[in-house]
Each structure stands twice: as C-alpha cells, then as structure tokens.
C-alpha cells in the first residue's frame, strides 16, 4: 500500500508547505509613508495632511468681498473657477494672520490663507499620534513628530464642516 497517486503526493506536498508557513515569521509589512505641510500660522508651527489638500500657493491673489462671516477674507480665481478664501489662523480661533501662502483643498472648493510654508514632511504612520487635549480643539486630532519636532495636524475636513456650519447659520443669511 505504499503505492500514493500523483494527488496524494500533491495534497501531501500542500499541506507541509501550509503547515510550514506557521511556522516562518511574519513578513514585515512595509509602512506606507504619510505627507505633510509643515506651516505656521501666525507663529505657531502645524502641519496638514497633503492628502487633504490639491495644492499650495505663495501670493494667491484674493480680492476682497463684504461680508458677515470674520473669517472670509474675500474670492480667489482657480482653476478656473471663483473661491471662497478664509483665514485659517481665524478658523482655528487665533488672531488674525497675515498670510501669503494658502492651501486649496482637496475638492477644490475652498482657500484657506496661512503665514509661512516650512518645509514638507514624509514620515512613517507611528509618528501620527491622536491629541491627548482631551478633545478641546475641534480641528486638531492628531499630532505629527518628525525627529524631536511635534506639530498639531490641522484636520481640513472639521475645517470645512465648520466653515459650512457657518454657511447654514441663519445670522450670517442676508
């Protein structure tokens, strides 16, 4: 009976080979390496996800619109459409900035002005911490380290859900 058909010899093949690979120590996966902007914002450093932005612009040309909402500093032409430009500095309840540099984000449908671009940031996944502020500033969840430097990550989507919640408000309605 030691004769084994071509099959046994491949069920028998398989399941060393499955039995094995518990065996073997995991592959490493590879983190997949996360971008920022660093910036600051008056002069406080922070930084912003590149994913949630489309781009960043020094000097963006923004022509000033009357308006109710302190934070709207006035319209921008991009990409050939007209957009909203607020301060980000009044957004995140500080003083007013006065920035040159603005983000666009990453649908496009807004500007938001800062101070200065610093440099941008490429770091692994265990560098992005979550706040431990207890949760007292809506836009900031997160933190970013890149060597001995920590930055508060500017959260765009609480931004503009924000900036829409103004929007619907019924005392910035004419």
């Given at each position: 009976?030691?004769?084994?058909?071509?099959?046994?010899?491949?069920?028998?093949?398989?399941?060393?080979?499955?039995?094995?690979?518990?065996?073997?120590?995991?592959?490493?996966?590879?983190?997949?390496?996360?971008?920022?902007?660093?910036?600051?914002?008056?002069?406080?450093?922070?930084?912003?996800?590149?994913?949630e932005i489309s781009?960043?612009?020094?000097?963006?040309?923004?022509?000033?619109?009357?308006?109710?909402?302190?934070?709207?500093?006035?319209?921008?032409?991009?990409s050939g459409e007209m957009l909203p430009v607020y301060d980000l500095a009044l957004l995140l309840g500080l003083s007013a900035s006065d920035g040159s540099w603005a983000v666009i984000d990453a649908g496009n449908s807004v500007g938001l002005l800062f101070s200065v671009f610093e440099d941008h940031w490429r770091i692994d996944t265990d560098e992005v911490m979550p706040t431990n502020d207890g949760g007292h500033h809506k836009h900031i969840q997160q933190m970013a380290r890149r060597h001995e430097e920590l930055r508060p990550v500017v959260s765009i989507p609480s931004i503009l859900a924000s900036i829409r919640e103004q929007a619907a408000s019924p005392r910035h309605k004419e």
């Open positions: 009976m030691n004769d084994l058909s071509e099959l046994d010899i491949r069920l028998f093949g398989m399941r060393n080979a499955f039995d094995a690979s518990f065996a073997e120590p995991a592959a490493r996966v590879e983190a997949t390496p996360l971008d920022f902007v660093a910036l600051r914002i008056g002069d406080q450093p922070y930084a912003i996800r590149t994913t781009g960043l612009y020094a000097g963006l040309a923004v022509t000033p619109v009357p308006t109710s909402v302190p934070a709207l500093i006035g319209i921008a032409g991009h």
